[in-house]
């Protein structure tokens, strides 16, 4: 691996930063969700995935849980594949907004802007913005086949998961329409919202969003595939997305103390990108007060630590 981290090492402080981590108890499950607040709060994994597309794991990393804010990073994926990275920054943007993934305010400080295609508001744009507009059926596949390919797996729509949030998205319904009114969305704003809805119900294991995390830090091959998913000159814009955003408003203290440009989801995944190195991944469901797993957190921070290997190393 480029970053000069062995796959020994790798794996030994994967096992020891599970053992360490297993018993904490900390933060609580998403409970604005009806669905993320009956989930096992005991359950946890780590994953990852080498460049060789080899898989290490330890703990629960076949269990199937709610992607989530995830599914930001492979729409923003796909709409980079479509458009190219300067376009994207014209019609969405890559700045960190400072403020909760679900900001209304963000927008209207950003005069106008969605920000970046990492929070709630950038991200319906982006949903907007996947071709052919206005045909919902053929944009939901251009979705679904995109997240296939980046984790090597066909993920189901967790139904239960998506009715919850199509009760209870209230304030992406505001944001939706809100874009629609400074002309920032760029398809039918409730048809947007409900794709939206949809990706983020989408259920994941901890070993398929390494894969995808690999593929980010293989400069678009999947490792496991072998397949060119994207093009190499997307690779640097994506990590530097999630190096300003993946943690929202607790982005800086993420990456002081991790090195490690990653994106949480409130259904307690976390995957994290080592470009040249690896993608890896965590499940625990409980989150602290910004929406990030705690335990995962903790997992991740301690291997990146110990191995000395974060982007902004010089090593």
């Known amino acids: 691996m480029k970053s000069g981290v062995t796959k020994e090492q790798l794996h030994s402080l994967i096992d020891e930063a599970y053992a360490k981590y297993k018993s904490y108890?900390?933060?609580?499950?998403?409970?604005?969700?009806?669905?993320?607040?009956?989930?096992?709060?005991?359950?946890?994994?780590?994953?990852?995935?080498?460049?060789?597309?080899?898989?290490?794991?330890?703990?629960?990393?076949?269990?199937?849980?709610?992607?989530?804010?995830?599914?930001?990073?492979?729409?923003?994926?796909?709409?980079?594949?479509?458009?190219?990275a300067e376009t994207i920054l014209d019609m969405i943007g890559a700045d960190a907004t400072g403020m909760p993934f679900n900001s209304i305010m963000a927008i209207l400080l950003e005069k106008n802007h969605p920000s970046t295609p990492l929070v709630n508001a950038g991200a319906i744009a982006a949903v907007s913005l996947v071709q052919p507009v206005g045909n919902k059926e053929l944009k939901w596949k251009a979705i679904v086949d995109n997240m296939r390919e980046l984790c090597d797996a066909p993920l189901p729509l967790i139904d239960e998961l998506y009715k919850s949030e199509s009760a209870s998205n209230y304030n992406n319904r505001s944001i939706a329409w809100l874009l629609k009114h400074y002309n920032r969305i760029y398809d039918d704003p409730e048809l947007s919202l409900d794709l939206y809805t949809r990706q983020c119900s989408m259920g994941v294991t901890a070993r398929e969003l390494a894969i995808c995390g690999a593929t980010i830090a293989n400069d678009g091959i999947n490792p496991v595939s072998k397949k060119r998913v994207f093009s190499k000159a997307l690779a640097p814009k994506i990590t530097a997305m999630l190096a300003s955003v993946g943690f929202y408003e607790h982005t800086g203290d993420w990456m002081f103390t991790s090195g490690l440009p990653a994106k949480s989801g409130v259904g307690g995944g976390i995957m994290g990108v080592l470009p040249g190195g690896f993608g890896i991944a965590t499940f625990s469901p409980p989150l602290d007060a910004s929406g990030n797993s705690v335990k995962g957190q903790k997992a991740l921070r301690y291997i990146m630590q110990r191995l000395d290997a974060g982007i902004y190393n010089s090593n």
Do not use: H, W
């Open 25 to 84: 108890n900390g933060g609580k499950n998403a409970d604005y969700i009806p669905y993320l607040a009956k989930v096992d709060s005991e359950l946890f994994g780590i994953a990852a995935c080498l460049p060789d597309g080899q898989i290490i794991q330890v703990g629960d990393c076949g269990e199937r849980f709610g992607i989530e804010s995830i599914s930001k990073v492979m729409t923003a994926i796909l709409i980079l594949k479509l458009y190219g």
